[in-house]
């Protein structure tokens, strides 16, 4: 594949062949990569989170069934 450098804009180049675009600015996105696989880390330890907290409730609630019944 042939590229042609982009007026301006150091990290982009026209494919010769498609006149499409690309980003060669790799660095980039490896720190877009990592950033996104961060986000889905939170939002995970998020959800769970919220999972243990309601597990927790119906523990509690159990346990003071069990406890008003003697």
Known sequence: MKYIKVKDAEELVRDV??????????????QYKTRKQKEA?????????IELRKEVGEI???LKQ????K
Do not use: H
Not at 66 to 69: A, P
């Open 41 to 49: 880390m939170v939002d995970r330890i998020i959800q769970e989170q």
């Open 60 to 62: 509690k609630d159990i």
């Open 66 to 69: 069990l406890i008003g019944q």
């Open 17 to 30: 062949n498609s006149s499409a675009i690309l980003n060669t600015d790799n660095s980039g996105l490896a």
